[in-house]
């Protein structure tokens, strides 16, 4: 296998292409706005099922929105370490500001948590034609890469 987990984890975590490792996730001076497909290696993650990506990468900012930010701003007034109005206005604008700084990376976490649970669907680690067999399923996201 040519990528492996530990390369998924760190290409997700650095905003790269899971496939090649090139930092062609987002195009530059666009900051909502992710490619269709990787420009270096044409590995197509927002082909079909990208619906299910947006979800997941939506879950997952609104998780770590919750536990990193919205639940410590709650201890530190349960903790009386803030009052409850500083709280509830620290609440309100993280609520809103925190998933805006972290959607990029929340795009790119969600697609990492995809493959590094399901590695061998990655385009680089499919089996060549030396011998290895070819892959029993495909993920939506690689199937025109396929073709
Ligand atoms: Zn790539």
Request: charge should be positive; proline fraction near 5%; aromatic fraction near 14%.
């Amino acid at each position: 296998m040519k990528v492996c987990r530990c390369k998924i984890f760190t290409r997700g975590l650095t905003h790269s292409c899971l496939n090649c490792g090139s930092h062609t996730l987002f195009p530059k001076g666009k900051y909502f706005q992710m490619n269709a497909r990787c420009e270096s290696c044409g590995f197509d993650w927002e082909g079909e099922g990208s619906e299910g990506h947006y979800l997941r990468s939506t879950s997952l900012n609104f998780g770590v929105t919750l536990v990193c930010y919205l639940f410590p701003v709650l201890m530190f007034v349960w903790a009386g370490w803030i009052s409850a109005l500083t709280g509830e206005v620290l609440a309100f604008a993280g609520a809103i500001l925190v998933p805006l700084l972290i959607f990029r990376s929340a795009r790119s976490w969600a697609l990492m948590n995809y493959y590094v649970f399901v590695s061998q669907e990655l385009p680089a680690n499919f089996p060549t034609k030396t011998g290895e067999s070819e892959p029993k399923e495909t993920s939506p996201h690689n199937t025109s890469l396929i073709r």
